[in-house]
C-alpha cells in the first residue's frame, strides 16, 4: 500500500490549468525528503517530469510545475494539451522504524476533456 | 544516451525464483545507483530495491527477505532474482538509474522499457 495518497483522477478542458496533490506525512515528505513526479503515457514506462519538488529534466516542457509545502506537494499542469493524457506518480523517500524505502503515489489518471 | 533494456522469462512458475538482467548501453554502470520497479497490471508502481555500481545494496522491506540484486560490471549489467514467487508477484519489471540529489533523495530518471513477468503454473 502506498504511503504517499493521490486524488484517483483530475481532468480539465485543453487549456486550462490543472493540479494533482500528493499527501504523505512526517516520515517522507514532512521530514524533508524532495518529491519528484512522473508522467506515464499508456502502455508505455514512466518518464520523470519533475525532479526534487520543483525542477524540470530538458525537455519538459515548462508547462508543467512542482511544489512542496510541509508534508504534501503538488503537480500542475498549465495549458492543458491532449498529449498530457496519462497517469502521474510522486515518489519520495520515507524512513520510519519499519525500515527505509522509496515510496511512489498512489497515482492520478489526467484525463482532458 | 544512456538505454536500459530488461531480459528474461517472461513466465515464471509459483515457487520458482524470477530472474531479470537490466543491460546498461550508452555510458558506464560505474558511479551511479540502479534500481528495479515494478507495476502489477492495472496498479502502481512499486520499488523493489538499489544497488551501487560497487555492490552495495538497499532493499524494500516487505520485499527484502526474497530479494537479491546484483551487478557485473565488466557486461554493464545488473540483475533481479526474486524467490518463492505467487501470482502476487504478476507484473511489468521497469529497471531504473537512480539520479542522486543533493539531499540524498533518488529520482529515476532513465528507465528501460519494462517487462512482464506472469508467474502462473
Known amino acids: 500500500q502506498s504511503v504517499l495518497t493521490q486524488p484517483p483522477s483530475v481532468s480539465g478542458a485543453p487549456g486550462q490549468r490543472v493540479t494533482i496533490s500528493c499527501t504523505g506525512s512526517s516520515s517522507n515528505i514532512g521530514a524533508g525528503y524532495d518529491v519528484h513526479w512522473y508522467q506515464q503515457l499508456p502502455g508505455t514506462a514512466p518518464k520523470l517530469l519533475i525532479y526534487?519538488?520543483?525542477n524540470r529534466p530538458s525537455g519538459v516542457p515548462d508547462r508543467f510545475s512542482g511544489s512542496k509545502s510541509g508534508t504534501s506537494a503538488s503537480l500542475a499542469i498549465t495549458g492543458l494539451q491532449a498529449e498530457d493524457e496519462a497517469d502521474y506518480y510522486c515518489q519520495s523517500y520515507d524512513s520510519s522504524l519499519s525500515g527505509s524505502l522509496y515510496v511512489f503515489g498512489t497515482g492520478t489518471k489526467v484525463t482532458v476533456l | 544516451q544512456v538505454q536500459l533494456q530488461e531480459s528474461g522469462p517472461g513466465l515464471v512458475k509459483p515457487s520458482e525464483t524470477l530472474s531479470l538482467t537490466c543491460t546498461v548501453s550508452g555510458g558506464s554502470i560505474s558511479s551511479y545507483y540502479w534500481s528495479w520497479i515494478r507495476q502489477p497490471p492495472g496498479k502502481g508502481l512499486e520499488w523493489i530495491g538499489y544497488?551501487?555500481?560497487?555492490?552495495?545494496?538497499n532493499y524494500n522491506p516487505s520485499l527484502k527477505s526474497r530479494v537479491t540484486i546484483s551487478v557485473d560490471t565488466s557486461k554493464n549489467q545488473f540483475s533481479l532474482k526474486l524467490s518463492s514467487v505467487t501470482a502476487a508477484d504478476t507484473a511489468v519489471y521497469y529497471c531504473?538509474?537512480?539520479?542522486?540529489?543533493?539531499?540524498?533523495?533518488?529520482?529515476?530518471?532513465?528507465w528501460g522499457q519494462g517487462t512482464m513477468v506472469t508467474v502462473s503454473s
Open positions: 526534487g519538488n520543483s
Open positions: 531504473a538509474r537512480v539520479l542522486v540529489l543533493p539531499t540524498a533523495t533518488g529520482a529515476f530518471d532513465i
Open positions: 544497488i551501487y555500481y560497487s555492490g552495495s545494496t
